[in-house]
């Protein structure tokens, strides 16, 4: 019996319920159901991704030409200003949300989060918050001074947009908030009995540590923004120098959020990869802990690394030192995860299937984000590239090669639970091939471009750029084109795709000991864990499955308080018996 | 006969150094070094080009063999072998990167010395004292916190002070409308600096130019001389330093072939010092965002021999006392901003309009 079996051998009462089929309504209205919420999450921000994405495409075609002839030079600066403010704070960040919404509660083996009202609350401020933001480009006056916003600039032009850029920014990080403490609460308090820390599935310890980051780092944003509010409605100086204030400062406080915030954006796709990498490989994750613990790091040492984006602005030169060296020491942590992904499958039976392809660009490509990220770290290169394509090159390997291809593997690895159906497999793999050529055309010139001598930010660039230039726009528009298979096969299957079954990939976590869809209430009866999340090939089931670590820190048994029946009989004692 | 794993290794460890240290070298993505700090930084790049080619060249290696020779064959649904972990392998990949990171920190380190970062004689930094280091978060308020902290002089302030002794300096630059920040005690610094390298360090540079930046024009004055130019001149081979400020927003001053960038920052005067090493016409770039036509927002530097740049020195003395004939009948202090700027902005080919938009 593989262990896939053996799971759902103990798990067999959830398996029979009826999955739940919910009314269309149900995805329109104030739901508290967590899986209604995450699919609202994942929906919306996807149509988000479009826009953003049409304004990425609009920015390559001026740039396609060294001139600035397509929109005007005003225009130009709001298009990648709302660019990157959607991409970062209406797609990759909810998006990241939207997939915990979802799986949490379903992997810890929980009805639903620990405040269902306050998670449908948290969704429902990111539809009128995009709308606000994308009304300030119609506005006339419409944000231009980048998505980091820097005052005096901020404050002298696009003045109208740049409120309602602030206010859009302020909904958005609030919302963020809110739907970290949910999945902190939830995590620590509502695992089913006998799922201490160390048998939680690693997507679930990255959600840990991005939450953590999202509580610390955000607030300070809102500070920073409130203040650039006052400057900018009420005629205050505290960043205006003209009035004795310090645009230097600003750039602390938003730096201090943001750079977290790339954190907050690449830990719970590098959860998905080390999720996605085990299943399709049929072979245990290599090094739970070091993978778990590397997330903790990797947020922990994500909090004191901001000042490297000011390495040319103003912090006296040893200050420069210690931030990169902290920057440099982030490379290990991840590199821990990268090699750990690659021992995974080393040996294995690949699946080669798209969520697989995905999960293995992800690698591929995330690993020349990461080491162009220590060359930016050290202070004397950074010096000469900071602030041109090289660093939009790196950023863009990061955030696109790494969370966006890491969306895309979730979405493919999960889709069957959350519709119920398969996707298309030929057309996933049409949808990676198309992503992977599209992104390396795009983005792999821009490092060549920056480190010769081509700035960010500008409508019209020194003609000797034009050829690599061409070559990006053109990559650009393969991204573009590369999304209509998946849209298309997205809808198709959702409606008339073959039925899914409850585990298609034969995986062990909780989430497939349920239905697809699963049932209203998840489990009727907490989950039994037979098998860790990730024994593939053991061939037995657990001696006995521990009640609770034996770190009380680390155990779930009673104090799962939140659950539902806090009194029931534990399971896990149930299991035990049945060995 | 069967090759045995270890010797494909080995091969393959040294194909993969080779390679690394082929293209560390080859890379050809930068451009012409002409300053000596340039030189530098391109060492370090090569390094770290090198040891990045072998890492990426690795982890894609790994990730292509596994998709083709671990692949599942049709029919086949059992579980891989069930290992959960290699401790010596994990230690290995933590220890190897842990390594390589500190080693390029502490080449970075070196390099950033060389280039004069850490120059106790720089205008601004004296350099942190023990006492100063032992209060908590000085560092950081310093750079924080704009209240003065002790009744030492602004030496902000004083930088800006002597740059407006000079005329030309003062007549583009709009440094009494804009306060500048104070130090605080101890670390002193507001405005970082590139300072002299290590072996100028406490000379006189020899040459200063400030330098103001507005939307989207840089201005460059010679103190020592006079001079206002829209276009940088640098004699070949000796120390320059540049003093900047901006006028309106955060602009950025960046020569490619320099390797070198500093914000030029509104109520701070920033400081950089370099030693061109190639002559030459080079781009300086506005590399901070600084509205709608900040890609305009470029300048040539021209760096010649000494005898050139004497005698440009002196054709621009000659045309800017013709200017001053003309200015002397107007009172500097009566013109409006755009007035004062207006012959100075149509030399270096701005447009009126785009300087009455600044100024409105």
């Keep these: 019996m593989t262990q896939a079996q053996l799971q759902e051998k103990a798990n067999s009462p959830a398996l029979i319920e009826e999955p739940g089929l919910r009314n269309w309504r149900d995805y329109f209205s104030f739901n508290t159901d967590h899986k209604v919420i995450g699919i609202q999450y994942l929906v919306t921000t996807f149509i988000f991704y479009c826009i953003g994405g049409v304004l990425a495409d609009l920015v390559r075609t001026e740039l396609r030409t060294p001139e600035s002839d397509f929109v005007s030079p005003e225009l130009y600066n709001s298009l990648f200003t709302l660019h990157a403010t959607i991409m970062i704070f209406l797609w990759i960040v909810p998006a990241g949300a939207g997939f915990a919404n979802f799986l949490l509660p379903l992997m810890i083996g929980a009805k639903d989060m620990a405040f269902p009202r306050l998670n449908a609350v948290a969704f429902w401020m990111i539809p009128p918050a995009g709308l606000l933001l994308i009304s300030s480009l119609v506005v006339g006056d419409a944000p231009d001074a980048g998505w980091t916003s820097y005052p005096p600039l901020s404050l002298v032009t696009g003045q109208v947009g740049e409120g309602i850029w602030i206010m859009s920014v302020l909904l958005l990080g609030t919302s963020s908030i809110l739907g970290a403490i949910n999945f902190l609460v939830t995590l620590i308090k509502m695992r089913t009995p006998g799922m201490g820390f160390h048998q939680m599935p690693l997507f679930c310890w990255a959600m840990l540590a991005t939450s953590a980051l999202v509580l610390v780092s955000t607030p300070v944003l809102a500070a920073g923004l409130i203040l650039l509010a006052f400057d900018l409605i009420a005629g205050t100086t505290f960043f205006n120098p003209t009035g004795g204030g310090d645009p230097v400062v600003y750039q602390h406080m938003f730096w201090f959020y943001s750079h977290p915030a790339v954190y907050i954006m690449i830990l719970p796709f590098f959860g998905v990869i080390s999720e996605v990498i085990p299943v399709h490989s049929r072979k245990p994750i290599f090094g739970y802990k070091a993978i778990a613990y590397s997330s903790l790091a990797i947020s922990f040492l994500g909090l004191i690394v901001w000042a490297h984006h000011m390495f040319t602005s103003g912090i006296p030169g040893w200050l420069r030192m210690f931030f990169m060296i902290t920057t440099m020491i982030i490379a290990v942590p991840t590199g821990i995860k990268i090699f750990s992904w690659l021992g995974t499958m080393w040996g294995g039976k690949i699946r080669l299937n798209s969520a697989m392809l995905f999960a293995m660009s992800f690698v591929g490509v995330f690993v020349i984000g990461g080491i162009s990220g220590v060359m930016l770290a050290a202070v004397p290169f950074d010096i000469h590239v900071h602030d041109t394509y090289f660093v939009v090159a790196h950023l863009h390997y990061v955030l696109f090669g790494g969370s966006v291809l890491g969306i895309f593997a979730a979405i493919y690895h999960w889709f069957p639970k959350i519709t119920g159906r398969m996707l298309n497999e030929f057309w996933g793999q049409v949808h990676c091939a198309l992503t992977f050529i599209g992104l390396n055309m795009t983005f792999l010139p821009m490092h060549k471009l920056g480190m010769m001598g081509m700035n960010r930010r500008i409508a019209q660039y020194d003609p000797k750029f034009t050829f690599l230039n061409e070559i990006c726009t053109y990559g650009a528009y393969i991204l573009a084109v590369s999304t209509f298979p998946f849209i298309i096969n997205a809808i198709w299957s959702w409606m008339y795709g073959p039925k899914a079954g409850n585990n298609p990939w034969q995986a062990l976590t909780l989430e497939w000991m349920t239905t697809s869809p699963p049932a209203i209430e998840n489990f009727d009866k907490p989950p039994v864990l037979a098998t860790g999340p990730y024994d593939y090939g053991l061939e037995r089931a657990r001696e006995s499955v521990p009640l609770s670590d034996p770190d009380p820190v680390l155990s779930a048994d009673t104090n799962s308080v939140l659950r539902a029946k806090p009194d029931e009989p534990y399971p896990a004692i149930v299991a035990e018996k049945e060995q | ?360």
Excluded at chain 2, 46 to 63: C, K, Q, R, Y
Excluded at chain 2, 327 to 333: C, D, E, K, L, R
Excluded at chain 2, 336 to 356: D, K, Q, R, V, W
């Design chain 2, 1 to 360: 006969m069967k090759i045995p794993s270890s010797i494909w290794t080995l091969l393959i460890g040294i194909l993969l150094t080779l390679v690394s240290l082929w293209y560390g070298q080859n890379h050809g993505l930068l451009p012409t070094a002409a300053s000596d700090e340039a030189t530098l930084v391109d060492g370090l790049f090569n390094a770290m080009m090198t040891v990045s080619i072998g890492i990426f060249l690795l982890v894609e290696g790994i990730l292509i063999y596994s998709a083709f020779k671990y692949r599942r064959r049709a029919g086949d649904n059992a579980d891989g072998l069930p290992v959960h972990g290699n401790v010596p392998l994990e230690i290995l990949w933590t220890a190897v990167p842990a390594i390589i990171v500190i080693g390029i920190s502490i080449y970075s380190f070196d390099v950033y010395n060389e280039m004069g970062g850490f120059d106790p004689h720089a205008m601004h930094s004296s350099p942190a004292t023990p006492q100063a280091m032992k209060m908590p978060g000085t560092a950081i308020a310093a750079t924080l916190n704009d209240t003065p902290l002790t009744t030492e002089p602004n030496l902000n302030q004083e930088k800006s002070d002597e740059a407006m002794q000079d005329p030309a300096t003062a007549a583009v630059r709009n440094a009494d409308q804009i306060p500048q920040k104070q130090n605080a005690p101890g670390v002193g610094i507001v405005s970082p600096t590139l300072g002299s390298t290590p072996e100028n360090q406490g000379k006189a540079p020899n040459l200063v130019v400030n330098v103001t930046a507005l939307q989207y024009a840089w201005i460059f004055t010679y103190p020592d001389t006079g001079v206002t130019s829209g276009e940088l001149h640098v004699p070949i081979g000796h120390e320059v330093e540049m003093n900047m400020t901006a006028n309106d927003v955060i602009h950025a001053f960046w020569v490619p072939e320099f390797r070198l960038k500093q914000d030029v920052i509104p109520g701070r005067q920033t400081e950089i010092s370099f030693t061109p090493s190639k002559a030459g016409e080079y781009t300086l770039i506005c590399a901070e965002l600084c509205g709608p036509y900040h890609g305009a927002m470029r300048t040539q530097v021209v760096v010649e021999t000494q005898d050139a740049f004497d005698q440009w020195i002196k054709e621009q003395l000659v045309a800017s006392t013709e200017d001053l004939k003309q200015a002397v009948a107007a009172n500097p202090a009566e013109l409006s901003p755009s007035e004062f700027l207006a012959h100075y902005t149509t030399e270096m080919g701005i447009h009126p309009e785009i300087l009455h938009q600044i100024h409105k």
